[in-house]
């Protein structure tokens, strides 16, 4: 049985110091080496690496922690040391010769069991492990990551025709389950599928620019979230990556390639002429866009003189007419219908990107799945292009195909749409063929599908999930917690009383939750209505404490963002099981209130020493992670993390099941410790000192007296304690309170509005 305790990184550059931090996320020690220096400190390049990483923006390391699994070295002094590790991953420059001389080292000194792999995303393998031992072609593949690693799912991994398929399998069960990635297997072609239909998705976009004379403001406004796409859209995304690789990835499909496709791989002459200048994006300073002056003004480059002018804002009446259509099928259905420059250029764009994407098969791929699923783990699409081709319409893109005159696979005529429930359609063979379970896996959607829902309504359902388990489903608008949302609370609690043995909160939304209707409240508190908002914290009060203390155990599946109400379901749930990119904090201080469903109480409970608490709820302090969520205390010792997404509702679920079989239902408690008025006074004397030296405003004083007589326990005596239920009852009345003043009122205006606090 394979068990891998520690890792080798081959190579500390970009990609490399990156691949060690994310084995470190996921607990795994690892050896990261690189040329030994010409200075005092021979492992001063790999140092150097390491420490890059560290400072990255965004993060590469869940914590700071994490860092010390890694220990640096360098190949010449230190490469015998892999002896020690189970799996040896090359990450130096796409260079064959560089690549091949290292292999060679490493196959004399390498443990005879470990896996070894190579991080290419270009150079073939076959021409990598050309005339190594059978023994180590047997071990040998491809695991091509994407950078960051920490946050792109995908991780491609390619076997040879020698590779022993035991491993590949293990590989793919531990890319899943440990490091948490969205595994796609390939076939030794240039640029795999990822990059290779990601490449050519920015070249028609490049190619539909210079035809259709589009500004880089009209295609980065056409090509973001309104396709699907993140919003570094297109040209935002090559000065992301950096001209030069973009450029690199490109030649090794033109190089390597000799279809009817091969000439679209071309550098237009406006990239050829800004690499040549150097202008390769963030790493130079410039690129497609650049800062300007000390205000950082953003300048876009005109495409045909290369010249910067300030960006421009860009707006086109149909994408205005569509943008709040939130089925992103229907939305391109109804922009490529028209004739205007948006229509047009998106119905460009997707027709080549359509075509190339089946041209493809079996070339890269046998099957439609593994190109959607590249794309949407490898470049954050809402869907692949065949998922995309289903979702506008399959006859409907057909027919215009066909009538276009494009040339298309032979055995689409058989076809009536790319997938069916459980299946895909086979262009190979021209007929459907089932989806392979995935083990651990559980959709929702597909769930619902199947077994329908117990109960649902606007804002929330109740789906059981089989093993008499059932999952309370967030479905608000940005799955804020809403009147709806605290029925079905009480409902899911209800059936654990008879019918079910644990409750899983989960959701498939683009965050866990963002809190309580933040614009009911403002209403309500604009009208003076503050008895409306007094009943509504006082049923959040009620339906936490029902999940609190529910007869059989409720495991919150928290991840993305858990704010403010959203964190206090996490903090009152038995157990968390949160994915490892978790974003949890009581963030209510940020538009003039404090936590009121729980959440300054339960930092009271957690933390002797009330200045904790204090600072979390001030600061609206967030986690960048689920590790940093335990160092923070909003995540408990006992909760749980996942590492890849598509897992989190299964682990939940089993870690459900797990704790049903000795879980003891507790009660509110009645006699709580409180740091009292001595607590009090020390949180108003740093208080005071902040409203002192100008760091907060007299209204931020106003809130933490409110907050510090709340987590004081209403400033009781030294030694005296306190209920749970006053607890809550004191932070209902300073909330309601507060939402009365006029400056609070104006913070949650700003917040609606602008998205960000206001300090007023």
């Known amino acids: 049985m394979r068990n891998i305790q520690q890792v080798a990184v081959l190579g500390a550059g970009t990609m490399g110091s990156r691949i060690a931090a994310h084995f470190a996320n996921a607990g795994i020690p690892s050896l990261l080496l690189d040329m030994p220096s010409d200075g005092p400190d021979r492992s001063a390049i790999a140092k150097s690496g390491l420490e890059t990483a560290s400072k990255q923006r965004p993060p590469a390391f869940f914590t700071d922690t994490a860092k010390a699994l890694i220990k640096t070295g360098n190949f010449d002094d230190d490469l015998q040391h892999i002896i020690h590790c189970q799996w040896i991953i090359e990450a130096v420059s796409e ?45 040998f593949l491809g695991t091509h990551f994407f950078n960051p690693p920490r946050y792109l799912h995908l991780l491609e991994v390619i076997p040879t025709a020698d590779t022993d398929p035991d491993i590949v399998d293990f590989v793919t069960t531990f890319g899943t389950e440990v490091l948490g990635k969205g595994i796609v297997r390939c076939k030794d072609t240039p640029n795999f599928i990822g990059n290779r239909i990601g490449i050519f998705y920015s070249m028609a976009i490049q190619r539909a620019a210079i035809e259709g004379n589009y500004t880089v403001e009209e295609v980065d406004a056409l090509t973001g979230p309104l396709m699907g796409m993140p919003k570094s859209a297109s040209f935002r995304l090559v000065d992301v990556i ?77 994408v205005e007419n569509v943008r709040k259509v939130p089925d992103l099928g229907q939305r391109l259905r109804a922009l490529i219908g028209g004739q205007d420059r948006a229509g047009t250029f998106i119905w460009t764009v997707l027709q080549n990107v359509f075509a190339y994407s089946a041209a493809m098969i079996p070339e890269i791929s046998d099957r439609i799945v593994e190109i959607d699923r590249a794309i949407r783990w490898g470049f954050g699409h809402k869907l692949g292009p065949f998922e995309l081709w289903d979702a506008i319409g399959f006859d409907y893109v057909l027919s215009r195909m066909k009538s276009a005159g494009v040339e298309l696979p032979r055995h689409l005529q058989h076809a009536k749409s790319f997938y069916k429930p459980d299946e895909y359609f086979d262009l190979v063979r021209g007929n459907y063929a089932p989806l392979e379970p995935r083990p651990g896996v559980i959709v929702l959607a597909d769930t619902k599908r199947t077994r329908g829902e117990i109960a649902a309504n606007r804002d929330a359902s109740l789906i059981d999930l089989g093993d008499r388990v059932v999952c309370l489903e967030f479905h608000s608008k940005m799955n804020a917690v809403d009147e709806g949302t605290l029925d079905m609370v009480h409902r899911g609690v209800a059936l654990l009383e008879r019918e079910f043995d ?61 704010l403010g109400g959203g964190c206090e379901v996490v903090l009152q749930s038995h157990r968390a099981q949160a994915h490892a990119e978790l974003n949890i904090g009581l963030v209510e201080f940020n538009v003039g209130l404090i936590p009121a469903a729980g959440g300054t109480k339960e930092m009271a409970f957690r933390f002797a020493d009330p200045m904790r608490g204090l600072a979390l709820i001030s600061q609206a302090k967030t986690s960048s992670s689920a ?73 931020d004083f106003a809130i933490l007296e409110k907050l510090a007589y709340v987590l004081s326990g209403g400033r009781v005596p030294a030694g005296k304690t306190v209920t749970e239920q006053r607890l809550l009852d004191l932070e209902r009345e300073v909330f309601v309170q507060l939402c009365g003043m006029q400056k609070s009122q104006e913070r949650v205006q700003y917040m609606l509005k602008n998205g960000k606090p206001l300090r007023n």
């Not at 870690?655 to 009292?676: C, D, K, W």
């Open 95 to 139: 260079d064959l010769g560089i690549k091949r001389a290292l292999w060679s080292s490493v196959e004399e000194r390498a443990n005879a069991g470990a896996i070894l792999s190579t991080n290419t995303s270009g150079i073939p393998l076959a021409e990598i492990s050309k005339d190594f031992s059978p023994t180590f072609k047997r071990r």
């Open 242 to 318: 950096g001209l030069d690789v973009w450029a690199h990835v490109a030649r090794n499909v033109y190089t390597g390639t000799q279809d009817q496709w091969r000439d679209w791989f071309i550098l237009p002459p406006f990239m050829q002429k800004m690499l040549e200048a150097r202008r390769l994006g963030e790493k130079t300073g410039e690129g497609f866009y650049k800062r300007v002056g000390p205000e950082k003004q953003i300048h876009a480059v005109d495409l045909e003189t290369l010249e910067y002018h300030p960006a421009r804002t860009v707006s086109f009446e149909s």
């Open 502 to 562: 644990a409750m899983v909160i989960a959701n498939e939304g683009d965050n866990f939750s963002v809190g309580a209707n933040l614009l009911m409240m403002l209403n309500a508190a604009q009208a003076g209505n503050l008895d409306a908002i007094d009943g509504f914290i006082q049923r959040f009060q009620n339906a936490m404490l029902a999940i609190k203390y529910a007869p059989k155990p409720v495991v919150a599946a928290p991840f993305g963002l858990a």
């Open 627 to 699: 590790a940093e969520a335990k160092q923070l205390g909003f995540l408990q010792p006992a909760d749980r993390i996942s590492m890849n997404p598509e897992l989190l509702i299964g682990d939940a679920k089993r870690f459900a099941l797990e704790l049903a079989r000795t879980y003891q239902q507790g009660q509110p408690e009645a006699e709580v410790a409180i740091s009292g008025e001595p607590g009090y006074e020390r949180m108003m004397q740093t208080s005071t000192s902040k409203r002192e030296s100008g760091a907060i405003t007299d209204h």
